[in-house]
């Protein structure tokens, strides 16, 4: 009978432990599952929002520097390459109120897939200023790629948004 005894105690002692090494684990495995889960749903969002505004023809439809509400670069369907140069002017001078206007708390970097140039002089892209699309310095990146019209084809529209 002690031996029974004995054998139940161990039982229950081991049942215990395995449960408390169970929950530990699964506490853990999950918060630090959801933490990059939630990030990355928030940037994908931010994404998506940025490229359909900027994929707009913005507010007021003939926006400048000085009024500008939402920046949007086309007008009927293709980018309207005066509003890229607008966009492009405003994220240089002043690339935080282009966050502001854009609603977004991380940062991004805008490109074309074809060649851009702005004033007759080619650039890499727009947005935070001494990043192009080779040196991003990112914690948790997004990449999203709508399809628009510029200078009369059809090319591929890259926007990234990053944590750093």
């Keep these: 009978m002690a031996r029974a005894q004995i054998w139940g105690m161990d039982l229950i ?7 408390v090494a169970l929950s ?4 853990y495995a999950i918060n630090d599952r959801d ?19 900027l994929l707009s023809e913005g507010y007021p439809t003939n926006w400048d520097e000085s009024n500008v509400i939402e920046i949007g670069i086309l007008s009927n369907g293709i980018v309207n390459e005066t509003k890229l140069e607008r966009f492009y002017n405003l994220a240089t001078n ?10 977004v ?6 490109f074309f897939n074809e060649n851009m140039s702005i004033g ?11 990043v192009t699309r080779k040196n ?7 990449r999203i790629n709508r399809v628009t019209v510029y200078r009369g084809k059809l090319t591929s529209l890259t926007a990234y948004i990053w944590e750093e």
């Design 136 to 142: 991003i310095n990112a914690k948790n990146l997004i």
């Design 24 to 27: 530990f684990f699964y506490f």
């Design 120 to 130: 007759g002089s080619s650039i890499d892209g727009i947005g935070k200023p001494g």
């Design 105 to 110: 708390g991380y940062d991004y970097y805008v």
């Design 94 to 103: 002043d690339y935080y109120h282009t966050k502001n206007i854009f609603n």
């Design 35 to 53: 933490l990059p889960l939630e990030k990355l749903e928030t940037l994908t969002q931010e994404g998506i929002l940025l490229t359909d505004m």
């Design 13 to 19: 002692a081991a049942v215990m432990i395995f449960s």
